[in-house]
């Protein structure tokens, strides 16, 4: 069987029968290597299919050009899509990606920190699951001296660059786009409490009712999970009140599923009697009948700034912390369509 052979900077130097420092120079664009040589190099590069062995040069700079991700699920579409915006830029610069899912664990999140072996790592990206609200395990391995970016959820109390989307003005938009479809008892289904994504949702929610004049009622306000399950029970829960909402605005689009499913069981006209708003842009809020209006989260512009961010901070020893906003958009479908 034929050996696979990887080309070395010591084959390109001997096809141009020139040097192997030469070589190494002009593919690190050196200012002593002129120019005629440095096209030659390149050009004999580009043919022989040469790609640089990162694991060396890792060794060389105290670098391993891998960058782990800590996500709480991979089977969900916000996260599946934040991953592609990670990869485009990661790969485009040269880095792997290594993936750890915590489940929404607090205590499988603490393992894979405690058992990370960072040598291998030159950063992580990370987002902490809904239950933890402590942040001593990151604050440890930032100390040590290893970059950690924060997006989606994040911790407020550590010093490190985070990425996340405009949950309030999202959210404040939600319940203006209720209002203005007719719709003036709205309830929030939330998600965990604690988690500061989903307070800045709950702000923009009595930020909206507030502007409009409208009445804050306890209990129209839900705190449970994320899941369809959660949504479920949050609407039967808003049911069996006696003073009933005509709109739900659900903290993602799985809660927001989980309602419609009831509502439906119940005979209930959703869009006609109640409303429904998610937020995410999940893929299911196009396909379900009727169709879900939703806050569509940037996850791929997430995805990439957080990755481009944590590069900065690899590279660059004395790179000034950033908080990046992205806004989100409304998306206008069926269920929230009264005629």
Known sequence: MLKHHFVTIKDIAKTLDISVATVSRALRNTFDVNQETREKVLEAAAQMNYRPNYNAIGLAKGRSHNIGIIIPFITNYYFSTVITGIQEVAFSKGYNIILFVTNDSPERELSIIQNLSISNLDGLLVTTTSASDSCGHFQKIINEGTPVVFFDRVHTKIKTSKVMQDDFYGSLEAVQHLVENGYKKIAHIAGPKGLIFTERRLQGYLAGLQKHGLPVREEWIIHSGFSQECGRADMLQLLNLDEKPDAIFAVNDGKAIGAMLVLKENKIAIGKEMGVMGFT???????????????????????????????????????????????????????????
């Open 281 to 339: 842009n999940d893929p299911m809020s196009a396909i379900i009948s009727p169709s879900l209006t939703t806050i569509a989260e940037p996850a791929l512009e997430i995805g990439k700034r957080s990755c481009e961010l944590l590069i900065k901070h690899i590279t660059k020893k004395n790179f000034i912390l950033e908080e990046v906003i992205i806004p989100c958009r409304i998306i206008v479908r069926e269920s929230t369509k009264i005629s």
